[in-house]
């Protein structure tokens, strides 16, 4: 899907649009900590965008928890502020150095001041934690707590992925493939982006497979890719299971399996895909790896095509139909077709 591939860069930074403004801090009173708010969530599409897990010292078995962290995680936010600071001060520890820069760049328990997280993570930075490298990475990019600054943003991402940060891995791999603020390179891009899908990351395993398939900075090697595919896919990337669906359908890397294939096209189909709504409309209206369902056919031929995807033999599927099927169809496709609207203010 040349589309889906040429939208993995645009995806890589849509976190970066938070509040725009910056408070001064005022720092907490020594006071008994109570829960606050819990962290918005970040969009999943990027793998950055997810929250710091805890240091294994924060893990059950691994000694003494990590009381900073824990209350980070459970949402108390002034204890873990005030925490932070105590072992900032007694032994200029990094992670709680990255912990007060991620507490200032949310406003979690304090007020908000991106100046100040830009320099809690460049002191952390500095002292080797690759999570602060990465955090402080987006910060140069997006010109948060300070210009932008893409050269910065690249070699943090650099330290960052040579440290084993996944995110770092799979974000510089895509400017690599794209060749943006870098000279393009396929084969360094593949490199990294390899990083970071032997880590777990459904979006570089996406990518990759992308890669395999057109031989772009590795061999081409349709079972590489239909195996990455299969794992992002697993993993409910959205992309993954329409270009797994099908490959598994046509037999390419892997063999035919049309049920199979139909699963996966309804799982991207269920979640707003244009292109699994079409071909699991065609897959109704064959028969192919589901029973024949005319009705359902429709449903989800006017769904994609609502969605942009245009195909001229269901058009001509459905013109062939029964009128009362063609009627059926169109109640089904109904409440999709009205969330599908533009809202209007």
Not at 84 to 107: C, H, I, S
Not at 234 to 252: H, K, S
């Amino acid at each position: 899907m040349k589309n889906a591939r040429l939208s993995l860069l645009a995806g890589m930074f849509a976190f970066l649009a938070w509040p725009a403004q910056a408070q001064a801090p005022t720092p907490p009173a020594k006071e008994s900590p109570a829960p606050a708010k819990q962290p918005a969530k970040r969009p999943a599409k990027d793998a950055g965008a997810k929250r710091m897990a805890p240091p294994a010292s924060a893990l059950p078995g691994a000694g003494e928890p990590d009381i900073a962290f824990a209350a980070f995680q459970r949402g108390f936010y002034v204890t873990a502020f005030n925490e932070a600071n105590r072992r900032v001060v007694e032994g200029e520890d990094p992670k709680a150095m990255t912990l007060l820069g991620e507490l200032f760049a949310g406003g979690l328990g304090i007020p908000r001041d991106d100046k100040k997280a830009a320099e809690w993570y460049a002191l952390a930075a500095e002292r080797g934690d690759r999570e602060a490298m990465f955090q402080l990475a987006m910060f140069r990019l997006g010109g948060r707590g300070g210009p932008k600054d893409p050269q910065a943003m690249i070699d943090l991402l650099k330290r960052a992925a040579a440290l084993g940060h996944v995110a770092a891995a799979y974000d510089l791999g895509l400017l690599y493939l794209e060749g943006h603020w870098v000279d393009q390179s396929f084969q360094r891009a593949a490199e990294l982006l390899r990083q970071a899908a032997d880590a777990g990351s459904p979006e570089a395993q996406y990518a990759l497979a992308t890669l395999y398939q057109e031989g772009r900075g590795v061999p081409k090697d349709p079972q590489e890719a239909a195996r990455l595919l299969g794992a992002a896919a697993l993993a409910d990337n959205t992309d993954a299971q329409v270009e797994y669906a099908i490959a598994v359908f046509n037999g390419t890397g892997i063999g035919r399996d049309e049920a199979l294939a139909a699963l996966f096209f309804r799982k991207a189909a269920s979640k707003g895909s244009p292109i699994a709504q079409d071909r699991l409309a065609r897959i109704l209206a064959t028969g192919r790896g589901l029973p024949a369902d005319p009705v359902g056919a429709v449903k989800w031929h006017l769904i994609a095509r609502a969605g942009g995807s245009s195909d001229p033999w269901l058009d001509e599927f459905v013109a062939g139909l029964t009128p009362e099927q063609r009627e059926a169809g169109e109640a089904a496709a109904k409440p999709w077709l009205v969330l599908l609207q533009p809202s209007r203010t």
